[in-house]
């Protein structure tokens, strides 16, 4: 499932009525009509305590799939100690398709949601005009707004009639359940998500042993719209942001040969995360001063003792969360240079509704792909919300700099109190925050991307993945077997990524395109002008003829450590990375290069329109 397949997509092909769509796992994805994107996923969604998103057993799934384009799936999710058994049916219509799903609890089952979701493109559905229906009488008329909503557009939803810009029209109907819509670009990803269960009512609530819900919702074509292939983006310039990596308490590194390929990657500061015991301080200063590099804090907690060792640490900015404001006026006047810095430790969500402290000199916010959805394609289309997020975020900071980060690639923190977000463990004694593609090409392709994205848009600094170790950028010693490509001192493909681009700080940045659905091109000054090409489309593709010239290197995930070696052949793997010399950072040529990779003739399986936000 990781990589598309030769016909170019990355599920199996399912036609619903009206609809061409995929069946990814056990999903519905991508359904187009008229050459437009209408739906992004239709899917089952089961979220703990914690708004962790629970996955299925494997084991469990089983899967019918008809000549009609009828479409079934068995499967059990566990929720603590007790299980979600359902079964989530597809069936098509003239007009459209209707989607149901029916549940049973095995043992209470404490949930803060589940059930069905539905989600439509924000590329395609921002701005868009619609009807709410409430009940069978009322209705309320609107329009869904450009800029991200910090709350939810819609409530106490039983229908709704939603009219693109330049199409598609569609109407959908919700039974079993009230729904409500909420903006989904708050956490990266690119969606307006319909669901059920209002957040108003209360969470967790409990599904009783042996009881069943059924839920249903249809989704029907009232207009495509005209079919009109979009332009690729025009190129935007901007600086790339100063890259920093980050520690937690107990996860400073301290071997030599992890510092050493840590100094190769050159970071411009070290954010180290501590607690009310000032836990790590120490640690993570003598590391920053070990790479030359200065020293930022995110604070939680204001003892005594942690205002003691934040004056003492020298640090370039702190972010004290949680804290009062006579702790953040007594660290001002303690430490006149410090830079205090707002915003917010979590998700852009919280900056987007709360803003910024009068006070504070920087503002920042936390970047992670899988707050919703962890499988590949959900990770990679997280770039296509990312520049509405940064743009919208830049207009709140106003005048202060903007910090992006930490980046994590499943979530760090608990958002409603910053706890580390590493429990429940896996029965391998993986912690949740660990993620197994963190030493593979898809984190190294993100976050390539990602920094990209966030220098056209303006961001100042971009704390990238964790120093070391299981969540870093090179591999350390673990207390559980790390994932593949994270073996102790181990430079990752990611790493190669932040060396590369950390080499020249605030270097000149044109970026070309970032299309989700087939690769990322941008043009950086380091010393000589480099193309950058990756590959998001997650599969083996060939080299533009342009792009075969002396001296294009390729992201070589070799055994012993990714580096960057000589293009040798034609071909490439999923998500490589390519860095081509070239004459301009934005000359016909170079564009040329770049719509070649980003906006090739035949594509995978991306809609007219869709891909390519910045």
């Given at each position: 499932?990781?990589?598309?397949r030769r016909d ?6 399912l ?17 187009a009509?008229?050459g ?7 899917v089952m ?10 996955l ?8 019918r ?81 450009m ?6 557009p ?52 409990r ?50 040969a992890?510092v ?17 015991a ?5 640690e ?5 001063s ?15 003792r ?56 920087r ?24 520049p ?42 993986v ?21 990209a ?77 480099e193309?950058?090409l ?12 342009t ?8 992201l ?21 990375i ?16 770049a ?18 936000r910045?």
């Amino acid at each position: 499932m990781n990589a598309a397949r030769r016909d170019g997509r990355w599920g199996s092909p399912l036609h619903c009525g009206p609809f061409a769509a995929e069946r990814y796992g056990t999903t519905l994805r991508w359904l187009a009509a008229g050459g437009r994107e209408c739906v992004r996923m239709i899917v089952m969604v089961v979220r703990d305590r914690q708004w962790r998103t629970l996955l299925p057993d494997p084991a469990s799934v089983r899967q019918r799939v008809q000549a009609d384009g009828r479409w079934r799936v068995f499967a059990r999710t566990p929720v603590g100690r007790a299980v979600l058994a359902w079964r989530f049916d597809v069936e098509p219509r003239p007009r459209g398709i209707d989607v149901s799903v029916d549940m049973t609890a095995e043992g209470n089952v404490a949930t803060n949601r589940a059930g069905l979701v539905v989600l439509l493109p924000a590329a395609t559905f921002a701005g868009a005009h619609f009807t709410a229906l409430h009940g069978e009488r009322e209705s309320t008329r609107g329009r869904l707004p450009m800029a991200i909503a910090p709350h939810q557009p819609m409530v106490d939803l039983t229908g709704l009639r939603i009219a693109a810009p330049r199409g598609p029209v569609l109407a959908l109907d919700f039974h079993g359940d009230d729904f409500e819509m909420e903006d989904q670009r708050n956490w990266l990803d690119p969606t307006f998500k319909l669901y059920s269960r209002s957040l108003a009512r209360p969470f967790p609530y409990r599904i009783r042993d042996g009881a069943s819900v059924a839920q249903r919702v249809v989704v029907e074509l009232i207009g495509a719209g005209p079919r009109r292939p979009s332009p690729g983006p025009a190129p935007r310039r901007g600086r790339l942001p100063s890259l920093g990596i980050a520690t937690a308490p107990t996860r400073v590194p301290k071997a030599e040969a992890v510092v050493a390929a840590l100094r190769s990657a050159a970071p411009q500061f070290v954010m180290h995360r501590t607690d009310a015991a000032a836990r790590g301080v120490h640690e993570a200063r003598r590391l920053a001063s070990r790479l030359d590099a200065k020293l930022r804090i995110e604070a939680f907690g204001e003892r005594e003792r942690l205002l003691d060792a934040l004056v003492r640490a020298d640090a370039q900015a702190v972010a004290l969360h949680s804290a009062s404001m006579a702790s953040r006026e007594a660290l001002r006047t303690r430490a006149p240079t410090v830079a205090l810095t707002g915003g917010t430790f979590a998700d852009f969500v919280m900056l987007n509704r709360n803003g910024v402290a009068p006070n504070a000199e920087r503002v920042a916010f936390a970047l992670c792909p899988t707050v919703h959805a962890r499988d590949d394609r959900s990770l990679i289309e997280t770039l296509d919300a990312l520049p509405a997020v940064i743009a919208q975020a830049r207009r709140i900071a106003s005048h202060r700099p903007l910090d992006l980060g930490p980046a994590s690639l499943r979530r760090r923190l608990v958002p409603r109190n910053g706890a580390p977000a590493d429990k429940p463990v896996s029965k391998d004694g993986v912690p949740y925050d660990v993620d197994p593609r963190q030493g593979l090409p898809i984190a190294a392709a993100w976050l390539a991307a990602a920094v990209a994205t966030a220098g056209a848009r303006g961001a100042d600094t971009f704390t990238a993945f964790e120093a070391s170790g299981a969540r870093g950028l090179v591999g350390d010693r673990e207390p559980f077997d790390a994932p593949r490509g994270m073996e102790p001192g181990r430079p990752s493909a990611s790493h190669a990524v932040f060396a590369a681009l950390g080499a020249t700080p605030r270097a000149r940045l044109v970026l070309h395109d970032v299309n989700p659905f087939t690769g990322a091109a941008f043009a950086v000054a380091l010393g000589q002008p480099e193309l950058w090409l990756v590959d998001l489309a997650g599969r083996a593709r060939d080299v533009p003829r342009t792009a075969r010239r002396q001296g294009t290197l390729r992201l070589d995930d070799a055994r012993h450590g990714a580096r960057w070696a000589p293009l040798l052949k034609a071909r490439v793997p999923a998500f490589c990375i390519l860095r081509i010399p070239v004459m301009q950072l934005d000359d016909d040529a170079t564009r040329a290069v770049a719509q070649a990779w980003c906006r090739p003739a035949v594509r995978p399986n991306a809609p007219v329109g869709q891909g390519g936000r910045r």
